[in-house]
């Protein structure tokens, strides 16, 4: 049993379907969000940051601007530079100098880095099982509406 949008948020009129389709977009991630913030904090990371070590580990050994670590990003508002000193600060990425243009750096996951995704990798599953009320047919689906919504 699953409840509807009308009864997680007490509301039973809509102005038009498509308006129950965007708050239910925007509920479910608030609620998913909860999860990820749930299940990253006892690693001391946000989600935030595991998605910049996620990005860092597919490039590394190689190196990576803060911009384009930016552009990759799923919240394309995020302070990355914010969010890469406190990686840093947990020893997680190392920053250097870019040589060929002073005011860019040049970002690297660390060996602690990669640790803890290694350790992450094992227990994510659980995370992505909260979708496992849907088939693979559903989650597809969903997948392939979500990617026309923004068209």
């Known amino acids: 049993f699953f409840m509807t949008i009308e009864e997680e948020i007490k509301q039973s009129k ?9 708050l239910n977009i925007l509920f479910t991630s608030n609620w998913i969000q909860n999860k990820q913030k749930e299940f990253f904090e006892p690693f001391g990371i946000t989600g935030q940051q595991y ?9 590394h050994p190689n190196l990576i601007s803060g911009a384009e ?14 969010l890469l000193d406190r990686l840093i600060g947990k ?18 996951i660390t060996d ?3 640790s803890l995704l290694e350790k992450l990798d ?3 599953n659980n995370l992505d099982t909260k979708l496992n ?19």
Request: proline share 1%; with cysteine; glycine share 2%.
């Open 91 to 108: 020893n997680l990425v190392s920053k250097s100098q870019c040589p060929n243009d002073k005011r860019a750096s040049d970002i690297l």
């Open 69 to 82: 670590i930016k552009s990759r990003m799923l919240d394309k508002n995020s302070d990355v530079s914010r």
């Open 14 to 22: 809509f102005r038009n379907v498509q308006q129950k389709a965007i």
């Open 133 to 151: 009320s849907l088939s693979e047919e559903e989650a597809n689906q969903l997948s392939t509406l979500l990617d026309k919504s923004r068209d």
């Open 122 to 124: 094992s227990s994510i």
């Open 112 to 114: 602690s880095g990669l």
């Open 51 to 59: 998605n910049i070590l996620r990005i860092l580990r597919g490039q």
